[in-house]
């Protein structure tokens, strides 16, 4: 039995522990899903990317997944490298 993604997320989530954990990786997934979408609009590989940002593939794809939390000097290298914009903005909560 296929059980669909959206399913099983509710169904994790119903855990309160799980949503918990899940809301606490909240920017860590906001920031890779940012880094994708820049590079996506620029037309790049992450190979490509990684080549303008002097760094390797598998640097972008830690940074893409999520896996690392990249640094101000980072972003604003991937900014550059993308051709966006550098924005933080801290809202109430």
């Given at each position: 039995?296929?059980?669909?993604?959206?399913?099983?997320?509710?169904?994790?989530?119903?855990?309160?522990?799980?949503?918990?954990?899940?809301?606490?990786?909240?920017?860590?997934?906001?920031?890779?899903?940012?880094?994708?979408?820049?590079?996506?609009?620029?037309?790049?590989?992450?190979?490509?990317?990684?080549?303008?940002?002097?760094?390797?593939?598998?640097?972008?794809?830690?940074?893409?997944?999520?896996?690392?939390?990249?640094?101000?000097?980072?972003?604003?290298?991937?900014?550059?490298?993308?051709?966006?914009?550098?924005n933080v903005r801290l809202l109430a909560a």
């Amino acid at each position: 039995m296929t059980l669909p993604f959206e399913k099983l997320k509710a169904r994790l989530l119903a855990n309160p522990k799980v949503k918990a954990e899940y809301d606490a990786l909240a920017p860590e997934f906001e920031i890779s899903t940012e880094l994708v979408k820049a590079r996506l609009r620029a037309g790049l590989s992450q190979a490509e990317l990684a080549a303008r940002m002097g760094t390797s593939q598998s640097t972008i794809a830690r940074l893409e997944s999520g896996q690392t939390l990249p640094s101000t000097k980072t972003l604003l290298r991937f900014a550059k490298a993308t051709g966006s914009k550098f924005n933080v903005r801290l809202l109430a909560a």
